[in-house]
């Protein structure tokens, strides 16, 4: 059954914590709600405490008063389960649903996600609320989504208890059936860790030295799958009782610690919340590979952002504001890149609590605050947008993302090098993709990837031969295939393939590393291309390469001459072996030549300040132009488009040459075979 968010146009809004307020307040929020075109809010994420203050006994009528104000200002609802945190009466009667730590210590209450997710007391609980909320409101036609617990794994992405043991240990048998399975699996005869039954299994706590590595994968594996099962355990009965109600819970980005791709499966909408640095000013790129996830998760699939801040959060050692059109911009980048909405932590700034100096729509100073201002304008230029929504983004790359490696990557004291991760590979490649001007999908193995002309694999430390097949078959049919360092080199288990790397991945690449060549830390190597040197760090390999050409050499030290990046033609496409982490300048360099090699279309005028994406509906795309940079630029738009969105604020108007200010966005609609074009210098320079 397809269930999709019932909303006129793009949502707006954010979490709106009313318990934290008088009822007089109330009736002005909604005033001024309506006035910012708020048409979405998100309730009761921390209400547990307040809806059974008492243990069996419910208490709906404040929340009854709140839907029902929502509902009468035209305002649709996002009702959160409230199950994200225990209240306080449940932790001291059953003291044993709090987390542990692996070296044994016992989390308090007095924060949120005070709960182990393991816990069969917890969970017998929070079902019981789950349940009592469905009832009451399912039918209830100001509620659109359910929105279960809040940010699965934030606080406590792992617990070492005694029912996390008991919880691990169920899992184990139904994985391997056996324990001589389980002994084989784990490599067992090393170091004499032999088991003779499941119950002497402890999960991975703080130990005398090195712990077993394909222990802390399948912890890992455990872990991730022990809360997407507390999750899925809500959405049953939340569509036992409302089947037509689409689910959601919100992603925290790119997070390590838990398999997003497996959550989306559970789930009808993916949401993120999304925060930004506005100190780094690379962060708008890290933010696009993010989004580039949300959509992935669901195959393309708008998806909601569910929490951003209107300046500046709460929560790191440095809180800086957003600059004055720093907001708009991160809002339509989330919108270029798929999003069906927009949405805010929180509506009204909070007097209390951790999260008191967190920015609001509504700060401090009411309707005089800044982010007001600036959240009310960007409300009346969505109602502008309509049309956008459902359109999907175009993509002619993807990433190849898999949590099993992000996992074996991440075990402690096993590898030559404990600097090298996933996440950093794939936003060092995003980046140079960026830069270039080209959108990149994040996709998982068994995907279709056949729309994309390059499939980018910064790592696969972990690669099975299912996965080898696929990229064998994606190349042989004309994609290319570009694998990064450090790659084939174990399989599911964490045994290192027979022969070494790159393992299954051999014959599709035509290499053969003998040997990882790790860099110190503060160390640098370089490698020629095409004539340049460019910097490598962190790892590079001694590389032979008997069935591929040799594209770049390394040179000096150890590994001179011998090949650092080589390609191999395969059936109609060509695989391409990056043997080592390269710096910005070298990457972007190899990643312009395969593009350009693959037939990539790289758009004039991008950069690393300037960011352009088209969404797609049948014959109308719809072209984002987003100017991050201290400088206005001109675009040139197509004469039959229409500008939806321009400069500084909405501009309904024609095409022609656009100018687009310093912080400024462009949108455009126009037809498919037509093109938006940020002016280049080039471009100046030859006009004159």
Known sequence: MTRTLELDGIAFGGDYNPEQWPREVWEEDIRLMRQAGVNFITVSVFSWPL????EGCFDFGWLDDVIELLHGAGI?????????????WLIRKYPQILPVTADGTHLEFGSRQAYCFSSPIFRRYALRLTRAMAERYGKHPAVRLWHVSNEYGDHVPRCWCDASAVHFRTWLRTKYRSIDALNEAWGTSCWGQHYLDFESIEPPRESTGPINSTQHLDF?????????ELFTSEVEVLREVTPELPVTTNFMSILRELDYFAFADAEDIVTDDAYPDPADPGAHIDASLNYALMRGAKGGAPWLLLEQSASAVSWRDVNVPKAPGVMRLDS?????HGADGIMYFQWRAAKFGPEKFHAAILGHRG?????????????AELRQLGALKGSRVEAHVAMLCDWDNMWALAAPDSLPTNRLSWIGQARDWHRASFTLGATVDLVRAGAD?????????PNIYLATPGLAAQLDDYAAAGGTVVVGAFSGVVDENDHVHPGGAPGPLRGLLGVEVDEVWPLPDGES?????????HAVHTVSEWLDAPGARTVASYSGGELDGRPAVTVRDHGRGAAWYVSACLADAGLRELVRRIFVEAGVPLRDGAGPDVEVVVRRSGDTSFTFVLNRSTAALDVSVPARASILVGGDGPA???????PLPARGVLVVRHDRADTVRVVSESDRLQAV
């Not at 309904?652 to 656009?658: D, K, R, S, V």
């Open 51 to 54: 809806l059974e203050p008492v």
């Open 76 to 88: 649709a609802v996002d009702l959160a389960t409230a199950t994200a945190t225990p209240p306080a």
């Open 220 to 228: 890992e594996r455990f872990s991730s799958a022990a809360m997407l």
């Open 332 to 336: 339509y980048q989330a919108l270029a």
């Open 367 to 379: 309707e005089a605050s800044r982010t007001f201002q600036e959240c009310s304008l960007l409300g």
């Open 449 to 457: 990837w056949s729309a994309y002309r390059v499939l980018l694999v």
């Open 525 to 533: 190597g370089q490698l020629r291309l095409d004539g340049a040197l």
């Open 652 to 658: 309904p108007g024609a095409g022609g040459l656009q």
